[in-house]
C-alpha cells in the first residue's frame, strides 16, 4: 500500500524539544520510514529568534528531502489580530498563501493525500484539500476547547478572561470542523477524547496513539537500571504552566512525606527552560535537583528508580508518561495524567491521586524493588504496543480512504 502525503504542521518542530514536536517529528519520520511523506508545509516565523525559538530549517528540510518543504507565515498578535476577530488565533495566525496549492501541486504532483497534523493549520489544510481534490485527516492532540479553558483557570485575570474568549472561539471552530466535508476522518491523540468526539462528530474518528518516538526499534531504545541510592525523576518541559502545576504540587504536598520514609532520597527535575519559578522551588526544597536543558533527558530516566507524573491541570494525552513508560522505568502517575493511553492502574503503572496515597506510592516504589521493576517491564510491554507506529498509520490510512474504523 503506497502513500504519498502531504503534511501540514502546526509550527517548525526541528529541533525537537517538547512533547508536541517530538510528536511532529515521531510522525515525520514514521512517513519518511514507510516512503509515504510526498511533502510538508510549516508555519513559520519570520525571525524566530527574536521569539527566542532556534528553528533549524535547513536541518528539517534536508531530514525529509527529496520530499520538498513548503514554508508559510506565522503571523504574531499584532498582525492576525484583523483576522481573529471571530475566528480564533491559533488558526488565523496562519493565513494561507494564494499560490500554496499551485505550488504543493507542481513540486509534489504524485500526493494522494493530506494530514492537517495540527487543529491551529486547518485553513491551510482545507486550503490544500479543496483546491487539489485530495482526502483529508485531522489529527488532533486535543480536545481543543476544553484545553484552553483549562489553560485559562490555571492563569489570573484579566488574562485568563483573554483566554477563556479564545477557548470559546476555538470550541466553536472544532466542532465546526467535526462536521466539515473536505475532512475524510479525525485521528484523536488520545482515546478518551476520540470517544467523545466519535458521539457528536459527523466525521468518522479513530483513537491513535501517538508518535512521539518515531519508528525507532524497541532494542534501540535505552534501558532502565535501578540505582542503588534512591532517586526520583520529573522529566518535562519547565516553561509550560501545567508542568509548573504538576512539580509545585508534588513539592508542597508529596515531597516532604517521601522524604520522612527516605531522608536520602534525592528528586531530580530535568527539562528545557526553566523559568524563575522552577529555580525557587528548587531553592527552597531541600533533596532537590535542577538539570535543564539537557542533550537527552531519557538519560536521567533510565538511571532513576521511580519517575512521577504528578499532573494536576491541564487536558489531552501526557506524551512525557509514554516516554516513561518506553524505557521501562516504573512510574507513579495521578489519574488526570495517565488519561486517554489506555492503561492499567497497578499492572502499567502505580496511579494514585491524593498526596497521601502519591506519596505512599513513591516511598513503597522506593521501598520494595521488585514490585516496582515488575510495573515497570509491564509498562514496557504496553509502552510498545501503543508505539506501534505502522498499525497507526494503517488506521490513517484507513481514514484517508473513508473507512469507518473499528474502535
Not at 520530499?67 to 498578535?77: C, E, G, I, V
Not at 484583523?82 to 500526493?111: D, H
Not at 482515546?191 to 468518522?204: G, K, M, N, W
Request: net charge negative.
Amino acid at each position: 500500500m503506497s502513500r504519498h502525503w502531504i503534511v501540514v504542521a502546526g509550527a517548525p518542530f526541528f529541533p525537537a524539544q517538547d512533547g508536541g514536536e517530538r510528536e511532529h517529528l515521531g510522525f515525520i519520520e514514521s512517513l519518511l520510514a514507510e516512503g509515504w511523506l510526498a511533502g510538508l508545509v510549516v508555519p513559520t516565523d519570520e525571525d524566530p529568534a527574536s521569539l527566542g525559538r532556534e528553528d533549524d530549517m535547513d536541518a528539517l528540510r534536508e531530514l525529509i528531502a527529496p520530499a520538498p518543504l513548503f514554508m508559510t507565515p506565522r503571523l504574531r498578535l499584532a498582525a492576525a489580530a484583523p483576522r481573529a476577530t471571530r475566528r480564533p488565533y491559533v488558526i488565523a495566525s496562519r493565513p494561507v498563501p494564494r499560490n500554496l496549492p499551485a505550488r504543493v501541486a507542481m513540486q509534489a504532483p504524485e500526493a494522494d493525500g493530506v494530514v492537517v497534523f495540527a487543529f491551529k493549520s486547518a485553513d491551510i489544510g482545507k486550503a490544500l484539500a479543496t483546491e487539489l481534490g485530495l482526502p483529508a485527516v485531522l489529527r488532533h492532540h486535543n480536545l481543543e476547547g476544553p484545553y484552553h479553558q483549562a489553560l485559562a483557570g490555571s492563569m489570573a485575570p484579566p488574562k485568563s478572561w483573554a483566554v477563556n474568549l479564545e477557548a470559546a472561539r476555538i470550541d466553536r471552530e472544532e466542532r465546526r470542523l467535526e462536521a466539515a466535508d473536505w475532512i475524510t476522518g479525525i485521528a484523536d491523540i488520545s482515546a478518551t477524547d476520540a470517544e467523545i468526539r466519535r458521539a457528536r462528530s459527523s466525521v468518522p474518528v479513530a483513537h491513535v496513539p501517538t508518535f512521539a518516538l518515531g519508528p525507532k526499534p524497541a532494542e534501540e531504545r535505552p534501558v532502565w537500571e535501578r540505582p542503588a541510592s534512591p532517586v526520583v525523576v520529573f522529566v518535562g518541559a519547565l516553561h509550560v504552566g501545567t508542568n509548573h502545576d504538576a512539580i509545585e504540587w508534588f513539592a508542597a504536598e508529596v515531597w516532604p512525606r517521601v522524604r520522612e520514609q527516605h531522608p536520602d532520597a534525592r528528586w531530580q527535575i530535568v527539562g528545557r527552560t526553566p523559568t524563575e519559578r522552577v529555580h525557587a522551588l528548587v531553592a527552597r526544597t531541600p533533596g532537590t535537583e535542577l538539570h535543564p536543558d539537557v542533550p537527552d533527558p531519557r538519560t536521567y530516566l533510565c538511571q532513576a528508580s521511580v519517575a512521577i507524573n504528578p499532573t494536576v491541570s491541564g487536558s489531552g494525552v501526557n506524551i512525557k508518561l509514554v516516554e516513561y513508560l518506553s524505557v521501562g522505568i516504573p512510574v507513579v502517575s495521578t489519574t488526570k495524567g495517565a488519561a486517554g493511553l489506555g492503561l492499567t492502574p497497578g499492572k502499567d503503572l502505580f496511579v494514585a491521586d491524593t498526596a497521601g496515597e502519591f506519596a505512599g506510592a513513591v516511598a513503597q516504589a522506593l521501598a520494595a524493588p521488585d514490585p516496582a521493576r515488575s510495573v515497570g517491564r509491564q509498562g514496557l510491554t504496553t509502552a510498545d504496543r501503543i508505539l506501534d507506529v505502522r498499525g497507526s498509520l494503517r488506521t490513517m490510512a484507513e481514514l484517508m480512504d473513508g473507512v469507518p474504523p473499528a474502535r
